[in-house]
Structure formats: structure tokens, C-alpha cells
């Protein structure tokens, strides 16, 4: 395949994929609120606080479900969370008004630079498509994702952009 043709069809995978770019910005302004079975932890801006048994944590549209969360804060921000579960359950409603889904068995986002690792039989599933894996890691400041690179294989489905404008065979006559 030549380079270009290569280039092409790598940037329209990566724009159909369904990503967590897309989620609801003004959620980053939420509050967070976290329910647990358990917390231990220190609240003094600097620290990193465990929720364990049947966690919750919702911000705005974002809903994620676990069994243990952990929360590192630096100046009074969050700056690390690290979810466990079999699975975490993540769901979150995107800037168009859609709603992205995903489940692994842990998920990782480092807020300083600014990356979601979803480990372990994840799935992302949106309108446009899905995407799973053993590992993906994505960048939701630039939009760069990779998959796969352990040996395993990394599946993906890309739905039409409109799904009624393809036409039936018997449609065509």
C-alpha cells in the first residue's frame, strides 16, 4: 500500500473510532462526587485517598462505576484517579449530545498529562463505532489513541456516518 493511501486511511480510522475527546467538556467544571462502601484516606489537598466496595463517582454527565477508586490530589486539584473493577464502568454523554460507554478492568487518567489508559478487556463503544482491546491508551488533548502493541489483537467497528443514507439492495431497483 503506498504511504499516502496508508496515511489516509489511518486518519479516517482514527476520526471514526469512538474517543473520549468527545466527552462533555463542561464536566471538567463539575463538582465530583463519590459514594463507597469505604474511604480512607486524608483530606489535605495532597494526598491520595482510596474509595473501596461498590464505588460511584459522578461529574457532571460522567458516571463511572467500580470496586475501588483512588484519587491523588496536588494543590487541592485531582491529578491522578486509578479505577478497579471487573469491570469499571465508565459512561459519559459527548459534546454532540451522544453517549460514549466504555468497560475495562482498570482505568487510569492522569490529569497532568492528560491521558486515559483503559487496561484489561476494554471496550468503548459510541454511535459511531467501537473499539476493544487489552490496552488502549488516549490522549484527550491531542486525539492521539494506541492500541494493541502486546501481542494481542485490537478490534474495531465503524458505523456509517449516516446510517439510513446507504440504501437497501431492493431499494436500488
Given amino acids: 500500500m503506498n504511504p499516502s493511501l496508508r496515511a489516509s486511511l489511518i486518519a479516517m480510522i482514527a476520526l471514526s473510532i469512538p474517543a473520549l475527546a468527545w466527552a462533555k467538556s463542561s464536566d471538567r467544571n463539575q463538582p465530583i462526587y463519590l459514594d463507597s462502601n469505604n474511604q480512607e484516606g486524608v483530606m489535605d489537598g495532597n494526598s491520595t485517598n482510596v474509595w473501596t466496595g461498590n464505588v460511584t463517582l459522578k461529574q457532571g454527565t460522567l458516571d463511572i462505576a467500580a470496586q475501588r477508586a483512588e484519587l491523588t490530589q496536588r494543590d487541592g486539584d485531582p491529578s491522578k484517579a486509578v479505577f478497579t473493577g471487573s469491570p469499571v464502568k465508565l459512561r459519559q454523554q459527548q459534546d454532540d449530545g451522544t453517549w460514549m460507554?466504555?468497560?475495562?478492568?482498570?482505568?487510569?487518567?492522569?490529569l497532568s498529562t492528560e491521558t486515559i489508559t483503559l487496561i484489561g478487556n476494554?471496550?468503548?463503544k459510541s454511535p459511531r463505532g467501537s473499539n476493544s482491546g487489552q490496552r488502549m491508551v488516549y490522549n484527550t488533548k491531542t486525539g492521539n489513541m494506541q492500541s494493541g502493541g502486546d501481542g494481542t489483537r485490537v478490534k474495531?467497528?465503524?458505523?456509517?456516518?449516516?446510517a439510513g443514507a446507504a440504501k437497501k439492495p431492493e431499494?436500488?431497483?
Avoid: G, L
Avoid at 101 to 110: G, H, K, Q
Avoid at 156 to 162: A, D, F, M, R
Fill in 101 to 110: 460507554d466504555a468497560t475495562a478492568n482498570r482505568i487510569e487518567y492522569d
Fill in 122 to 124: 476494554y471496550t468503548v
Fill in 156 to 162: 474495531t467497528v465503524i458505523q456509517p456516518k449516516s
Fill in 171 to 173: 431499494d436500488t431497483k
